[in-house]
């Protein structure tokens, strides 16, 4: 039973009139109305005229259907629809679709339908074949191949790539799930789909990066590290820990600990550096310093740089930087140094030859015409002692300059390589005599007194031409700056070690520091006229270093002015 009011009778009464005035059935109309119990009703009426057999209209017949659960059931549908469709079409990386079990779209999102544009340039509607879209790309197959896993009841979640080529290959998280109808059987397949694109290419740059940079420090062998100072403990790249040469599970980086790789006369400096330096006073650092490699005790030289970090209250937190292997750049720069050193000396060489060959070849010669052609002159009549004194001069200056054209050959001679070591087994005893038949005349004449303390039966393994240089000029040296009254002695003796030290003694003139501190270079020039106003090149003691070297031993001098001078040389011990 139902209760219309007043103005619901007036509505009912016209839409009669219309049935009746139309002649025929109609439409629904819904009315709203109220139950007997007060509820709302809604109602769907079909009106009807009904005629009798003679064709008069005798009333109408209404039929009216309580619409209101049906109506309820159906907004109930439609929110549900509209909050589905919001929650699919709501995220921009998401595609959802469904399809039956032949692969028939029965939904699918905004997004779908765009991508399937994008990619395979398909316009998609409700009822296309999805297996049309793909043609003959090989992605059918695999999109078919998962379908028919969800057809058969399996729940995927895949990471795929699909996508034509040519256009744009996208990466995608897919998660098929079959569709059950209510009676367990399925009849189709959803699928929701993650674009990851970005994802996946952000991963893959970061890999690449990654790979980049860890490539990039194994070419340079450049590793980098960050100290933490508050955990006290430091990391270090894959790099660091080869140069460091330890390994990265067992080894333990604490900073401490980190001082025992650093070689030990390195690691005070570069504590106050990294302590003092960078971490109290904040400054870069930037240190060459030696390492010993934990791996093998190979001690390599590495090249560290780094900074302070501080947190937000100012404090330092760590250091962070990079250390590089430059052992070999070490090296090369050593040896670019060495050569330079050897240019600058060949350099000095060529000028000492050259100034010795114009001055110290010219004069002598110069004495030698003078004197021959005023004795070779029939007109000029010497008193014997003239000639005496004339041919004494003669005798001095042509020896003096012998000795230099000797020291001048023997020296060219090494200049050029050509000077081999040949070593002898010498009887130091008949060696000192020969030696000493050149070197008396010349001490007599200024009434100096050798002294040999040459050991009588010793032999020694050397080379006797580079030996008897060494000795003649060590020797006339000291002659040359001792003065008359003095004393020249030599000694040899063997040492523990088998090799053999001799000493040249004088009680000569001495050396000045100003001399002493430039001895045995070649580019610097020491020499001075002997005590007798002997001439001097400079040639003789270098000619003694390189050839005591060749020997593998050194040579040394040690001087008091005034009171004499000491020279000493090692032979070191050949084995036949
Ligand atoms: P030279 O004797 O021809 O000058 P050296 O190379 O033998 O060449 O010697 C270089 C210089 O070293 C000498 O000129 C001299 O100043 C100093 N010197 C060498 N030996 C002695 C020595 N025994 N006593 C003092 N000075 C010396």
């Known amino acids: 039973m139902i209760f219309l009011n007043g103005k619901w009778l007036m509505i009912i009464k016209k839409n009669d009139e219309i049935t009746i005035k139309k002649g025929n059935q109609s439409s629904n109309e819904e009315w709203v109305i109220f139950a007997e119990d007060g509820h709302k009703v809604l109602l769907d009426t079909i009106k009807t005229p009904m005629y009798n057999p003679s064709g008069e209209l005798i009333g109408i017949l209404g039929i009216a259907h309580d619409i209101t659960e049906r109506n309820k059931i159906l907004s109930q549908f439609e929110a549900t629809t509209t909050l589905l469709s919001a929650i699919i079409e709501s995220s921009p990386n998401v595609v959802v679709f469904a399809l039956d079990k032949n692969y028939h779209y029965l939904t699918f999102n905004k997004k779908h339908k765009e991508i399937i544009k994008m990619i395979w340039g398909k316009e ?19 999109a078919k191949a998962n379908f028919d896993r969800a057809l058969a009841g399996e729940y995927l979640s895949i990471v795929e790539e699909y996508g034509d080529e040519e256009k744009t290959r996208q990466f995608w998280q897919d998660y098929y799930s079959p569709i059950y109808s209510s009676n367990g059987e399925i009849i189709g397949v959803t699928c929701f789909v993650l674009d990851i694109s970005e994802l996946k290419r952000a991963e893959a740059a970061l890999k690449e990066s990654e790979y980049f940079f860890k490539e990039s420090q194994h070419a340079a062998f450049i590793g980098s590290y960050k100290a933490d100072l508050l955990r006290k403990r430091w990391e270090s790249s894959e790099v660091l820990d080869q140069i460091f040469g330890i390994d990265k599970d067992l080894y333990q980086k604490t900073n401490d600990g980190f ?71 070490k090296n090369a720069s050593e040896e670019l140094k060495a050569s330079e050193e050897q240019l600058r000396e060949l350099n000095a060489t060529k000028d000492k030859f050259f100034s010795i060959n114009a001055h110290d070849l010219r004069n ?14 029939k007109s000029v009549l010497f008193t014997m002692d003239e000639m005496r004194q004339n ?19 023997e020296w060219s001679s090494l200049q050029r390589g050509i000077c081999k070591l040949k070593i002898e087994s010498i009887s130091l005893e008949k060696f000192i005599k020969n030696l000493n038949e050149s070197i008396s005349e010349i001490a007599l004449k200024k ?35 001792t003065s008359s009254g003095g004393s020249v002695t030599i000694s040899a003796k063997m040492q523990s070690d088998n090799s053999f030290l001799f000493t040249v003694k004088d009680t000569g003139i001495g050396i000045p520091d100003s001399i002493m501190k430039n001895m045995f270079r070649i580019d610097i020039n020491i020499s001075r006229p002997g005590t007798s106003g002997e001439p001097s090149t400079g040639l003789g003691l270098i000619l003694c270093k390189e050839f005591v070297e060749k020997h593998g031993g050194s040579i040394w001098v040690e001087s008091e002015e005034g009171k004499g001078s000491t020279f000493s040389f090692t032979i070191p011990a050949f084995s036949d």
């Not at 002598?364 to 002159?377: C, K, N, Q, R, T």
């Not at 041919?391 to 050959?409: D, P, V, W």
């Not at 009434?447 to 040999?452: A, D, E, G, P, R």
């Not at 030996?467 to 006339?476: G, P, Y």
């Open 124 to 142: 998609i509607s409700v009822g296309t074949n999805m297996m049309d879209i793909f043609g003959n790309h090989p992605d059918k197959e695999k």
């Open 259 to 329: 001082f025992d790789i650093v070689h030990p006369e390195d690691r005070g400096h570069l504590k106050i550096i990294l302590v003092e330096d960078s971490i109290n006073k904040r400054k870069p650092f930037n240190s060459e310093f030696r390492i010993v490699r934990k791996s093998d005790g190979v001690t390599r030289w590495v090249y560290g740089l780094g900074k302070v970090i501080a947190n937000d209250q100012g404090n330092v937190t760590s250091l962070i930087g990079t250390i590089m292997d430059i052992t070999e750049l």
């Open 364 to 377: 002598p010669f110069s004495v030698v015409l003078g004197i021959s052609e005023i004795m070779a002159d």
């Open 391 to 409: 041919s004494e001069l003669l005798y001095k200056t042509a020896s003096s300059t012998y000795a230099l054209l000797e020291n001048l050959l």
């Open 447 to 481: 009434s100096i007194t050798l002294v040999n303390n040459i050991p009588q039966d010793a032999t020694i393994l050397a080379d006797p031409n580079m030996l008897h240089s060494i000795l003649r000029n060590l020797l006339t040296n000291a002659i040359k700056f």
